[in-house]
């Protein structure tokens, strides 16, 4: 099991565990994290899993690419920085074990 | 369900339509509600289906949820551009006489993601939390003047006026006047074989009545401290603020039907098929905490938007068919939320799925609703506020629809109140 803490907006912490293969979106879905909605259920095709990787983190996830549909939909989310990902395409594995999400206020 | 009222024979005979025959583009199955039975037969022998002769053209249909996903997040290959004939089943700009409108809707990348960006701000969670306590009470008053125990018309005097108040507060639009607004979003998808105007001039001179509007409340925006409003944004957003004036207008226009029409059939389909689905009233009534759940629910059950069309780039294969460089394919929203292999008991009403989110109405991909969230913001408050003071809002009659292939609307619902 591999552990990733989602930080919400609000600034409270939650520590999940998710299995190898899944995405960081499962981990929320699945344990019932508050903040990642995951509408089109986790084919990168809406934008509302936005998460803000943490910065000590991001080289590890990797950075968003720029000519993909994740940045083609995230151009529209509200609040991105360089450190915004969409976590359905964030595949879980050992080496991203402790991983740190914090999460908009909303997603849309 | 409701189709069955509304033609009891319609299932035998449809059942009996060889399928190369089936044309979904006829507004009549809107109209009389029998559109479901050819989408169940079309999911079921021939989900990607082509049909050659139609009012519209040729068109292929799509009419499974995951197909349906596919096309529409590959904008590269399946264009959404105007001059190709735009988003709907029936050509933009193939009527003689009718205004061609420019909108970032019927746009591709990057014209369109620059247009997108300008606009969505207006609708982004942060606004959207601003405008809540105005649109309650806005809300709560329209309720409140409302007769207890007497029929009256739930599309007149709640589904339109509570949208129309909205998108007003969203325009900043004189308050008095907001009947225009949906006056303009009728005009802007009518036909004139609707009735809502007699002929597609009346309709253009109606709609350059409204360009004229907006252009004097642009005109005094722009030269105003930047604000939250839809039209000040354009006004002053380097993106859009020197839009050639048919795209000006196209783009309002967009806004206007967007947020009205939309939003107005989710708010009566909703108490339809709360009234249709009598347990599913019940449990709503029990605990109102599932009125966030049953929003999204009511959205995908209704499908406002029946289809999004595009054009195809290239050749593409999909559902073992080939889908040839120019042709017509139109996604229908209306089939694929009613998809049993993607969606659970699609064919029933239920106001506590797992995953009520998970539907097609507001499209996925680049083109996706950019006012989802507002309008599930109107649902939930309007949802909530009927329940404070109503413990049944019960449909009386017959519902009317709208004569149109993507306009899923409601057009009349008697309804009677009873007090809490």
Redesign the interface.
Known sequence: MIKITFVASDGERREVEIEEGETAREAALYNDVPGI?G???G??????CHVHVDPEWIDKVGRLMHDG?EA??L??A??TTEYSRLACQIPMKPMLDGLVLHLP???? | MDSQIAEPDAAARIASIPIEEIDVARPSLFQNDTIGLFFDRLRAEEPVHYCRESYVGPYWSITKFDDIMALDTNHKVFSSEAKLGGIAIQDMHSVEGALELEMFIAMDPPKHDQQRKAVTPAVAPSNLQLLEPIIRKRAGEILDELPIGEDFDWVDKVAIELTTMTLATLFDFPWEERRKLTRWSDVATAAPETGIVESYEARREELIGCAMYFKTLWDERINEEPKNDLISMMAHSPATRDMPFLEFLGNLMLLIVGGNDTTRNSISGGVLALNQSPDEYAKLDADPSLISKMVPEIIRWQTPLTHMRRTALEDWEIGGKQIKKGDKVVMWYLSGNRDESAIERADQFIIDRKNPRHHLSFGYGIHRCMGNRLAELQLRIIWEEIHKRFSRVEVTGEPERLFSNLVRGITRLPVRLRAR
């Open positions: 909605d509408d089109c259920g084919v990168c095709a809406c934008a509302t549909m083609d939909l151009q529209f509200e609040g206020e909303q997603q849309y």
